[in-house]
């Protein structure tokens, strides 16, 4: 067995103890050991983006990132957006128009588009496509996810 | 139609949202129990080869193993579909790389996976077969040496590596051709493809206090799961409960499959929980693709373009165990006339063993094939007869009236407006900018059929005693929104708001039988047997209510917010009260109950010849038709599809949102077997992109803006005049690109996926491979 390490990470705002093998991604910190399931595990490798989390508000692949190397910085998961309980802005946006079927993409969706559209306030359709360059849907082509992306867009002006 | 709330033709966000959106949603890999063990499967390094032996020793020291099976523990019965010819783990021999040759339970993941690299297993490897032409040599290898002795639950004709034979005529092309004054024939080839669920195909498997078998599987129907675990496990169906979890997409790559009986059996020896949840890589290699196809055709049409004959002969690669073989090549037989009046028509298949994976249901179910051949075949006759390609789809496109191939009347159909609303909205779509010197654009068209009615299905709808009410059904939301386009129609009828009706969760325990949740067929076929069922639930309260208030039953009315009342008169009650008189008159509150079969016309085997059908009653066409405007970069040989249009005949949207989400996914899945996604085996059998690093899926970037267009003739027989969409934006599309591309190059490309490579060389002039 890989030997184990113990560390403390801070995670939507708490700070937990952890004994997790060194090797372990941050995917299976937070699914197995932290029961925070929302990050999905659909390639493991890095390509679908399901398992989308924010790292001190960036967005990372929880699935190539190892645990043992977040250090001090903060964790954000889909569980820890938006006021206790309330869906965010985007979320209803989601739900409103459709943008999920399968709904296994779009923890990470959510969290792919709420970190783009912090960053950029008044995105048109083709630069919230391409920002959605790393997170793939098999469901929903894509059409409905844009269209509650602009929907919040919208909304701001 | 009630359009403001819940009812039908309302765009009710989907109830399963909130719950996706937060991320709460639980898929089987979200679950966990006390105890819970973690399953591994020993995959087979060959293609083919005979077991001599295992040798479990140096797994079995390994700490933390709890459990090893293998195919020498195992009183092994075949199952299957139409032929049974396939065990869960090998037994004797393996037939594909990546086959189960033995699982093992262990105290974590890590564990699992390595005691199952240390299992030993003695192989005489044996000469793999690998392609349909090498497995139809007279002197290939033989895949399945026992296969007479398969048991098959239809008549057919499986011999050698032949799985499956199916034939359809009615009258003789040959002569037909003849009269014809432009007849095309080519050969076309399509590729397999993988379902792509975003979920790999995940179960949990345990025994409950009673000692009957849970398994927990992201399935596509929980009682097809029951019986296909049941049979391996040699119990009684009653003693198997199987549940569906929230399912991460489907496609029709999550039906009943070796590893829940694996799991199940595993949670049997070692009386514990156990959870298999497949590696994406693992999920690839032994699960199922799109079949392969080559199809041969030939079709004649007069001076004006009226068809007047076509012949067909399909090829299909079933790797190495029949799945649902013979069902597909029955359906790409049936299939193989399309949209139109074609008065002269022969079709005839074979699927064919090889030594790879499965191949089997996938969205379209053959159809997506043999469209894509003969709908590009068209465009090559309007070129040939001057015609253009959306005229001659329309010159002959099948009326309401018309029959089949196969002489079953069409009751309704949208055939012709589809493709004249397809039509006026891509020629009334804003002009693009000038493209690049280098950028070739083209418009591509394609119509398209397919069926929604097929098999059984059922409901029930429980009045609660405070007036509320559960819905039941056996059909399970894969992500398509059937949850909530069902309770659409319950609350159409019962003019309730949609809190007021929550849905059973399906489990084989609880919820009415339904065959599977496939075949286009969900919103078609369960939900007529919603509308039954909240029918007779209604009839039920009525006749209480009546008595209630002295009334004749004949003049009560639903009035919205649950109230019952006479016409004309301020006398009423509510459903509240209904539900608590019933208690005390009839034991319990009132179930309305609905179940039904496919019943539409029969293939009229009087008149048309039929042999090896491997459907009983198959029918409710819906029709399609899709359009593809690409640019072409003669540089790269890259195909961008820029915009694209999809009319469908969905006789009545029940949910407009959803059923547009049903077309722009759909589309977009097409243009992945158009394009890009390409499951590649090497000569020795191995698949060589068993990843999505390696297997590339469409993007966001790749996906078009999307025109959905709903047409909207409803079908008598379809619930609120609903007909199926799911599978039918699949079809098309492939076959509308490639007439696309073929408009902007010159050049015809017979073979998917169109890959820069084929476009390059197509464009270049030369000999396509």
């Known amino acids: 067995m890989t030997e184990k390490i113990d560390f403390t990470i801070a995670v939507n705002g708490a700070r937990h103890a952890v004994s997790v093998p060194s090797d372990a991604t941050l995917l299976r910190l937070l699914r197995e050991d932290l029961l925070l399931t929302g990050a999905k595990r659909g390639c493991n490798q890095g390509v679908c983006g399901a398992c989308t989390v924010w790292i001190d508000g960036a967005p990372a692949r929880a699935c190539l990132t190892l645990a043992a190397n977040v250090g001090e910085r903060e964790v954000t998961t889909i569980e820890g957006i938006g006021e206790q309980g309330r869906l965010t802005a985007l979320q209803e946006a989601f739900v409103n128009h459709g943008a999920m079927q399968c709904g296994f993409c779009t923890p990470g969706m959510v969290m792919s588009l709420e970190a783009f559209l912090r960053d950029n306030p008044a995105p048109d359709r083709s630069a919230l496509r391409a920002s959605l360059s790393g997170q793939l849907c098999r469901c929903t082509g894509y059409s409905k996810i844009l269209d509650a992306a602009m929907a919040v867009v919208k909304d701001r002006k | ?769």
């Open chain 2, 1 to 769: 139609m009630i359009q403001d709330d819940a009812g039908v033709g309302a765009r009710v966000p989907r109830f399963d949202g909130p719950r996706k959106a937060s991320g709460r949603a639980r898929y089987v890999d979200d679950m966990s129990r006390p105890g819970m063990l973690h399953a591994a499967i020993a995959q087979s390094p060959y293609a083919s080869a005979r077991i001599k032996g295992y040798d479990l020793s140096r797994a079995l020291e390994l700490e933390g193993v709890r459990a090893i099976v293998t195919g020498a523990d195992y009183a092994f019965r075949r199952v299957g579909g139409t032929l049974r010819d396939e065990t869960m783990i090998a037994v004797g021999k393996v037939r594909y790389m990546g086959e189960p040759v033995a699982a093992v339970a262990a105290v974590d993941q890590e564990t699992a996976e390595r005691a199952a690299q240390l299992i030993e297993v003695d192989y005489e490897p044996l000469e793999p077969v690998i392609t349909p032409d090498a497995a139809l040599r007279p002197d290939a290898p033989i895949i399945h040496e026992d296969l007479s002795s398969y048991v098959k639950t239809l008549p057919g004709t499986p011999h050698g590596n032949v799985v499956w034979e199916t034939e359809m005529a009615d009258g003789d092309p040959d002569e037909a051709f003849a009269n014809c004054a432009h007849v095309a024939e080519a050969v076309f080839e399509t590729q397999a493809q993988h379902h792509g669920y975003m979920e790999p195909n995940g179960v949990l498997a345990e025994i409950d206090e009673n000692d009957r078998i849970v398994v927990t599987a992201s399935v596509q129907s929980v009682h097809m799961l029951q019986a296909r675990v049941a049979e391996e496990l040699d119990v009684p169906m009653s003693q198997v409960r199987a549940v569906a979890a929230e399912v991460g997409g489907g496609f029709g790559g999550k039906h009943h499959t070796n590893i829940h009986s694996i799991a199940a059996w595993l949670a049997r020896v070692t009386r514990r929980p156990v959870k298999l949840v497949l590696s994406r890589i693992t999920d690839m290699e032994i699960q199922k693709s799109r079949h392969p196809a080559r199809i041969w055709i030939k079709t004649g049409c007069d001076a004006e373009g009226r068809l007047l004959a076509r012949d067909v002969r399909i090829t299909l690669d079933g790797g190495a165990y029949a799945d649902e073989s013979p069902n597909v090549l029955s359906l790409a037989v049936l299939l193989s006339r399309g949209p139109y009046r074609i008065p002269v028509m022969r079709a005839r298949g074979r699927v064919v063993y090889t030594n790879k994976l499965r191949a089997g249901s996938y969205r379209g179910f053959g159809n997506p094939q043999i469209t894509f051949a003969s709908e590009s075949q068209l465009d090559e006759l309007a070129l040939m007869s001057g015609i253009d390609p959306v005229d001659l789809r329309l010159k002959n496109a099948l009326q309401p009236g018309d029959t089949w191939f196969g002489g079953q009347p069409i009751q309704t159909g949208a055939m012709t407006e589809c493709l004249r609303q397809l039509r006026a909205a891509r020629e009334s779509a804003p002009a693009l900018p000038p493209a690049a010197p280098h950028i070739r654009r083209g418009v591509g068209y394609a119509g398209l059929a397919h069926t929604c009615g097929l098999l059984g299905t059922s409901a029930s709808v429980q009045l609660r005693g405070d007036g509320s009410v559960v819905l039941g059904v056996g059909a399970i939301d894969i992500g398509q929104g059937s949850g909530t386009v069902l309770t659409q129609m319950c609350a159409d009828i019962l003019k309730l708001p949609a809190e007021m009706i929550a849905r059973t969760g399906v489990n084989s325990d609880a919820a009415p039988f339904n065959w599977k949740t496939a075949a286009s067929r969900t919103t078609y076929m369960t939900g007529r047997a919603v509308v039954q069922a909240t029918e007779n639930l209604r009839t039920c309260m009525v006749e209480h209510a009546a008595e209630m208030l002295e009334a004749d039953p004949d003049t009560m009315e639903i009035r919205p917010g649950g109230v019952i009342a006479a016409t004309g008169t301020n006398k009423s009650v509510t459903f509240a009260d209904v539900a608590m008189r019933s208690m005390f008159r009839t034991g319990g509150p009132l179930i309305g109950t609905g179940s039904l079969v496919y019943d539409g016309p029969p293939i009229d085997r009087a008149n048309v010849r039929v042999e090896g059908m491997a459907f009983g009653n198959i029918g409710g066409y819906a029709f399609g038709a899709q359009c593809a405007e690409v640019e072409v970069d003669e540089i790269l040989g890259t195909v961008r599809v820029v915009r694209a249009w999809s009319a469908h005949d969905v006789g009545q949207a029940i949910n407009p949102t959803l059923a547009e989400g049903q077309i722009e996914g759909g589309l977009v899945h097409g243009l992945g077997l158009a394009l890009c996604e390409q499951m590649v085996w090497d000569d020795d059998g191995r698949l060589a992109n068993p990843s999505f690093a390696d297997y590339r899926l469409p993007g966001a970037h790749e996906a078009p803006e999307i025109f959905p267009i709903l047409v909207e003739e409803p079908d008598p027989t379809g619930p609120f005049g609903a007909k199926g969409l799911g599978e039918m934006p699949t079809v098309g599309i492939p076959a509308a690109i490639a007439n696309a591309v073929a408009q902007a190059t010159g050049k015809r490309i017979r073979r998917l996926p169109l890959t820069p490579e084929r476009v390059l060389t197509a464009i270049d002039g030369e000999e396509s491979e």
